[in-house]
């Protein structure tokens, strides 16, 4: 059953057709439902198109949020809507693009042996490009799939299954409170994915890069960042918890894949970036690049370098 987006009052019907012959899209023919607990429409976004729902969903408006998660991607059979599938294989193969092109610039390990040869030879500081470099390219893909494939899933299954635990079943006593306080019970998995993957959708963002050249591991910290905000709030949004229940789950998370991801870059000698300031969204020096990247592109953005 659809929610008002207002007030999170459910409503039978989110709008009324009284004339076959006009299209929904044009917004003819179509009368939008006046919700009876806020006198607001219950869903103006049913005749927005993509833009205008992607703009309101950069900006974090909490009624586009559950527009989309209750109104227009919410199933009542627990399975995923076709395009958040499809939106996950296009955010997959994204990120595959961006975790390459970041990785690959980052610095060798100190103690990898093909740090001295390279700098040796090429008289500059070895990055993890010279080792990639010696691999065929079809086995580099695959090799940056499975990263982020791994790194996708220890992102989502730590959250769906922090929430499908059930307080009740906890001992009594000051652990189930504290549980009670960090961990929201909400044992639906499918719409905590649709979420997830709806709010990541600021990843996108980069396809800027391909425009506008500017310095690749600030902008990814700065979209990483932008990215775990708005996952904290499609998640606040979806379970109606408070942003500190939303906030824990979505650092565990992404405090799992973050370790994952390092893990299987360690494990084939890679560089992992932690450090030298170009980690995915660590230490302060990162911090300090996101804030010269930004500036950096509003400059460009409005034409003065
Ligand atoms: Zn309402």
């Given at each position: 059953?659809?929610?008002?987006?207002?007030?999170?009052?459910?409503?039978?019907?989110?709008?009324?057709?009284?004339s076959?012959?006009?299209?929904?899209?044009?917004?003819?023919?179509v009368r939008?439902t006046?919700?009876p607990?806020?006198?607001?429409f219950?869903?103006?976004?049913v005749?927005?198109?993509?833009?205008?729902l992607?703009?309101?969903?950069?900006?974090?408006?909490?009624?586009?949020?559950?527009?989309?998660?209750?109104?227009?991607?919410?199933?009542?059979d627990?399975?995923?809507?076709?395009s958040?599938?499809?939106?996950?294989?296009?955010?997959?193969?994204?990120?595959?693009?961006?975790?390459?092109?970041r990785?690959?610039?980052?610095?060798?390990?100190?103690?990898?042996?093909?740090?001295?040869?390279?700098s040796?030879?090429n008289?500059?500081?070895?990055?993890?490009?010279?080792?990639l470099?010696?691999?065929?390219l079809?086995?580099?893909?695959?090799?940056?799939?499975?990263?982020?494939?791994?790194?996708?899933?220890?992102f989502?299954?730590?959250i769906?299954?922090?929430?499908?635990i059930n307080?009740?079943?906890?001992?009594?006593g000051w652990g189930?409170k504290?549980?009670?306080?960090?961990?929201p019970?909400?044992p639906?998995?499918?719409?905590?994915?649709?979420?997830?993957?709806?709010?990541?959708?600021?990843?996108l963002?980069?396809?800027?890069?391909?425009?506008?050249e500017?310095?690749?591991?600030?902008?990814?910290?700065?979209?990483?960042?932008?990215?775990?905000v708005?996952n904290?709030a499609?998640l606040?949004?979806?379970?109606?918890c408070g942003?500190?229940?939303?906030g824990?789950?979505?650092?565990?998370?992404a405090?799992l894949?973050?370790?994952?991801?390092?893990?299987?870059?360690k494990?084939?000698?890679l560089?992992?970036?932690?450090g030298?300031?170009?980690?995915?969204l660590?230490?302060v020096?990162?911090?300090?690049?996101?804030?010269?990247?930004?500036?950096?592109?509003?400059?460009k953005v409005?034409?003065?370098?």
């Amino acid at each position: 059953m659809p929610i008002c987006i207002e007030c999170r009052c459910r409503v039978k019907t989110l709008y009324t057709t009284y004339s076959k012959a006009d299209d929904r899209a044009l917004g003819k023919g179509v009368r939008l439902t006046q919700c009876p607990n806020c006198k607001r429409f219950a869903d103006k976004y049913v005749e927005h198109d993509f833009v205008v729902l992607f703009i309101d969903l950069v900006l974090i408006k909490p009624q586009v949020y559950r527009h989309l998660l209750f109104n227009r991607l919410g199933r009542d059979d627990d399975k995923f809507d076709r395009s958040i599938v499809r939106l996950g294989v296009l955010l997959l193969l994204f990120d595959v693009y961006l975790t390459w092109a970041r990785i690959e610039k980052l610095s060798l390990p100190l103690t990898s042996p093909h740090r001295l040869t390279y700098s040796l030879s090429n008289h500059e500081p070895a990055t993890n490009a010279a080792l990639l470099e010696a691999q065929p390219l079809v086995l580099q893909y695959l090799f940056f799939l499975l990263l982020v494939v791994s790194s996708t899933l220890a992102f989502h299954l730590p959250i769906r299954l922090l929430c499908s635990i059930n307080p009740a079943r906890i001992r009594k006593g000051w652990g189930r409170k504290v549980w009670r306080r960090l961990i929201p019970y909400y044992p639906h998995p499918t719409p905590l994915s649709t979420a997830l993957l709806v709010s990541s959708c600021t990843k996108l963002f980069p396809i800027l890069l391909i425009i506008w050249e500017y310095d690749l591991p600030s902008s990814a910290t700065a979209v990483s960042w932008a990215v775990i905000v708005n996952n904290i709030a499609a998640l606040e949004i979806l379970m109606d918890c408070g942003y500190l229940r939303a906030g824990v789950l979505v650092g565990v998370g992404a405090g799992l894949r973050t370790a994952i991801a390092n893990f299987v870059l360690k494990g084939v000698g890679l560089g992992t970036g932690w450090g030298d300031g170009t980690a995915g969204l660590g230490d302060v020096d990162s911090l300090v690049g996101v804030w010269r990247a930004v500036s950096s592109w509003v400059g460009k953005v409005m034409g003065k370098r």
